[in-house]
Nanobody
Framework: QVYLAESGGGLVQPGGSLRLACTASGFALDWYAIGWFRQAPEKQREAVLCSSSSKDISYYEDSVKGRFTISRDNAKNTVYLHMNRLEPEDTAVYYC??????????????????WGKGTLVTVSS
């Protein structure tokens, strides 16, 4: 059974950095695409960025370009979201997700059928 779990959220000051982790079970992460999504208070969930199995990164939110990136640790079956120069507007619950059925490409961020429960990131002074 596919299972995703996020961790690493918390409170950070504007301009700070944070690393979120998405750990998978039930499948090998290095073979498939993983996307990161977020939902800010009173807003709809939005796609942020996605890493294909070949580690190509697709950005769906222009405001994070140059600040957010993704890395993988295959030995830990974990994908990381590295967030730098955080802004109050980045405050949201962050989710990792993958497609159903599992795909190697990001499918333009659509068709995500497996989701973690999310981790809260709060950017505030």
């Amino acid at each position: 059974q596919v299972y995703l779990a996020e961790s690493g959220g918390g409170l950070v000051q504007p301009g700070g950095s944070l690393r979120l982790a998405c750990t998978a079970s039930g499948f090998a992460l290095d073979w498939y695409a993983i996307g990161w999504f977020r939902q800010a208070p009173e807003k709809q969930r939005e796609a942020v960025l996605c890493s294909s199995s070949s580690k190509d990164i697709s950005y769906y939110e222009d405001s994070v370009k140059g600040r957010f990136t993704i890395s993988r640790d295959n030995a830990k079956n974990t994908v990381y979201l590295h967030m730098n120069r955080l802004e109050p507007e980045d405050t949201a619950v962050y989710y990792c997700a993958t497609t159903y059925p599992l795909l190697r490409n990001c499918n333009d961020g659509h068709g995500m059928g497996y989701w973690g429960k999310g981790t809260l990131v709060t950017v505030s002074s």
